[in-house]
């Protein structure tokens, strides 16, 4: 059973924790947390990560600019990374998938649009 790690970074500790919840349905999952761009940074360059679940409106370091440097760190410019926000504006959308995003989430989060869209960006049944 492959063990997949899972950084969600989000500021709004309500929404992180409903992101996690979700996450926590799929098994073999180990889930780190960050509340920004700045600290999922930190986590990212001192471990390495499966997948990562992204907020854009954050203080300090936006989403897009979490994006914008991952996909030019050789180590996670094919990490798939799924923005979720509240934005839902084509221009977003775009902006956020020209960036390298591989999905795009708006808010109010749907438990299962979250488990579906994981499972596919990681190939994993369970």
């Known amino acids: 059973m492959d063990t997949f790690k899972v950084l969600v970074v989000e500021d709004s500790p309500t929404m992180r924790q409903l992101i996690v919840f979700a996450l926590k349905r799929i098994r073999g999952l180990q889930i780190a947390e960050a509340n920004d761009g700045v600290g999922g940074l930190k986590k ?37 990374v799924v923005v979720i926000t509240t934005e839902g504006a084509q221009e977003d959308r775009d902006r956020a998938l020209a960036l390298g995003a591989n999905e795009y989430i708006t808010k109010p989060i749907q438990t299962a649009k979250i488990i579906d869209v994981v499972k596919r960006l990681l190939a994993v049944s369970g």
């Open 44 to 80: 990212l360059s001192a471990e390495k990560f499966d997948l990562i679940l992204t907020d854009i409106n954050m203080p300090i370091m936006d989403g897009l600019k979490l994006v914008s440097l991952i996909r030019n760190d050789p180590q996670y410019k094919d990490v798939p």
